[in-house]
C-alpha cells in the first residue's frame, strides 16, 4: 500500500532536519547540576513541538527533579489508544577531546547527523512527535488516540517517571506503548526487540583500618580494603564468565527452539563483531553458547569501576581505610530482582576476607522484560516497518535494559513496542554519537504507517 506521509516527509526534510539540530543544541545534560537550567529548556522545546504538531493538553509536569512533558490527543472514539515515550536528558559529553566536532553543535558528516542525544534519544523521540505532525498535514486527523509522556531522567536514574506511573494509571491508561530507544539489528533491516534483560546495580563498600595506615609501619599487620575487593571480585564469578552467585541460574528461562532459530538466521559474523563493535582480541563468555544468547539471554554479571586508595601522580605510601566497586548484573526473564539481590548480599558476605567489612548497597534493580511477538500492535508495528524499509521486520533481543518498558506492564498492563531506528555504530554514550539522517526520515514515515495500519 503506498506510504501516505512520504510526500510530506519529503517536503520537508530541511525544515524536520534544522529542527533537530535546534534540539540537540540543548545541553541537556541531567548528571550535571551545572545543567539543569539547560535541561528545562529541554523540556520547553518539547512541549512547544508538542504544540505545534497539533497535540493537546500539553503540560510541563514539575517533579522534585527534572520536568516530565506530557500531551495527548483523544479524539479517536473506539480507536486503539497508543502511549509514546521518550527522553530528552542526555548523557554528559566526556571525554570531549575525543569529538571530531563539537558534541552540541550538531554536524552532518557522511549522510549522519553527529552530536550528544543524536541517536539517544532526541533523535528518536523527536521522530514520534513528527509522525503525528505528519500524519495531521496529510489527513487532518490521527487515525488512533495518542498520548506523549517524555522524561528528563533516564540517564540519572528516572526517579520522577517511576514515582509518577503508579499514581496517574487511569491518565496514561493506553493499549500499547511505544518506544524508540533501541537499535536496527544491522543498517536497513527492519527491527523490533521483544525483550529486554533486568539490570540489578550496586555497589560493594569495604572497610578495613579506621584511617588511612602508613603501609611501611602497618603493611603486614593492616588489612587492605583493595586486596580485600580484588579477592571477592573474582569470586563473583570464573573465567568462563559462569556467575558464582549461588542461586543465579535456578529460575532462568531458555529461549525458545524458534527463537534460536530465528537468532541463527540472522546475518552475524562473529569475527567481524569482535574486530568492528568490540575491538578486543578475544571475544569471552559462557563455552556453549552463542553470542546473541550470551548478550541477550544469559545472566552476566560486570565490573564498572574500582575506587579506594591513592591515584594522584607520584608516590603515596598508604594502605586505604575503605575501598568501593560499583557491580551491576543483567537479568533475564523469570529471575526475581529481589531474589537475586538477597542471594548477592548473602554470597559477598559469606567470601568477605578477615578484618574487612562490606555493605552492599543497591542502586537499582529491575526485571527483564519480554512482549509477546504475537501481539496485534506488534504485528502491524512489523507490517510498516517491513514496507517502508523494503525488508522483512526481524524480531531480537536487546541486552541491556529500559527499566520503563517492565514499569509500563506493572503499572499500566500493557507492552510496549520497541520500534527503533539507530544504527549498531551510532556510538550511543560515545563521543562522536551519530544518527543517520536517512533513519530519522523513515522512522517519522514508519512510525506514521503504523499510527495507520493499527487504528484501521
Not at 598508604?318 to 531474589?339: E, F, G, H, W, Y
Amino acid at each position: 500500500m503506498p506510504i501516505s506521509t512520504q510526500p510530506f516527509v519529503d517536503a520537508n526534510k530541511d525544515r524536520l532536519l534544522e529542527e533537530l539540530k535546534e534540539f540537540l543544541r540543548i545541553p541537556s545534560v541531567s548528571t550535571v547540576p551545572e545543567h539543569k537550567a539547560d535541561v528545562r529548556r529541554a523540556a520547553e522545546f518539547v512541549a512547544q513541538a508538542l504544540r505545534d504538531a497539533k497535540l493537546e493538553n500539553v503540560e510541563i509536569i514539575e517533579t522534585k527533579g527534572h520536568p516530565l512533558v506530557y500531551a495527548d490527543w483523544l479524539n479517536a472514539p473506539g480507536k486503539p489508544t497508543v502511549l509514546c515515550y521518550g527522553h530528552y536528558d542526555v548523557q554528559p559529553p566526556d571525554p570531549l577531546d575525543e569529538w571530531i566536532s563539537p558534541p552540541f553543535e550538531p554536524t552532518i558528516r557522511n549522510g549522519n547527523i553527529y552530536a550528544r542525544g543524536a541517536t539517544d534519544d532526541k533523535g528518536q523521540v523527536y521522530m514520534h512527535i513528527k509522525a503525528v505532525e505528519s500524519l495531521f498535514a496529510t489527513h487532518g486527523t490521527l487515525p488512533l488516540n495518542v498520548k506523549f509522556l517524555i522524561e528528563g531522567e533516564e540517564e540519572c536514574g528516572g526517579e520522577a517517571i517511576a514515582d509518577y506511573l503508579p499514581k496517574n494509571k487511569t491518565k496514561l491508561k493506553a493499549d500499547v506503548a511505544l518506544v524508540s530507544d533501541t537499535e536496527l539489528y544491522a543498517e536497513g533491516i527492519p527491527t523490533l526487540c521483544v525483550g529486554l534483560r533486568g539490570l540489578v546495580y550496586t555497589e560493594i563498600e569495604a572497610r578495613g583500618a579506621m584511617r588511612d595506615l602508613h603501609s611501611g609501619v602497618y603493611g603486614g599487620a593492616a588489612p587492605n580494603p583493595l586486596f580485600a575487593l580484588a579477592e571477592m571480585l573474582t569470586k563473583l564469578k570464573d573465567a568462563n564468565g559462569h556467575i558464582l552467585v549461588p542461586g543465579m541460574y535456578d529460575d532462568v528461562t531458555p529461549p525458545t527452539k524458534e527463537e534460536k532459530a530465528s537468532w541463527e538466521s540472522l546475518p552475524f559474523d562473529e569475527e567481524e563483531y569482535r574486530k568492528t563493535e568490540v575491538g578486543s582480541t578475544e571475544l569471552t563468555g559462557e563455552p556453549g553458547f552463542s553470542v546473541m544468547e550470551r548478550t541477550w539471554a544469559r545472566p552476566t554479571l560486570e565490573v564498572h569501576g574500582i575506587v579506594g586508595g591513592y591515584m594522584a601522580p607520584g608516590a603515596k605510601t598508604v594502605i586505604p581505610a575503605k575501598a568501593t566497586a560499583k557491580v551491576s548484573m543483567r537479568l533475564v526473564p523469570d529471575q526475581n530482582p529481589d531474589k537475586i539481590v538477597d542471594a548477592y548480599k548473602k554470597y559477598v558476605a559469606s567470601i568477605t576476607p578477615k578484618g574487612i567489612q562490606t555493605e552492599v548497597r543497591v542502586l537499582s534493580a529491575s526485571p527483564a522484560s519480554s512482549v509477546n511477538p504475537d501481539h496485534p500492535a506488534i504485528h502491524f508495528a512489523a507490517e510498516a516497518f517491513a514496507e517502508v524499509l523494503g525488508r522483512d521486520t526481524v524480531f531480537t533481543r536487546g541486552g541491556g535494559s529500559i527499566p520503563i518498558v517492565g514499569d509500563f506492564k506493572n503499572h499500566l498492563g500493557i507492552p510496549t513496542i520497541l520500534m527503533g531506528f539507530s544504527n549498531p555504530d551510532d556510538g550511543l554514550h560515545s563521543p562522536n554519537e551519530k544518527y543517520p539522517v536517512a533513519n530519522y526520515y523513515a522512522g517519522i514515515v514508519t512510525i506514521a504507517h503504523f499510527f495507520e495500519k493499527y487504528g484501521r
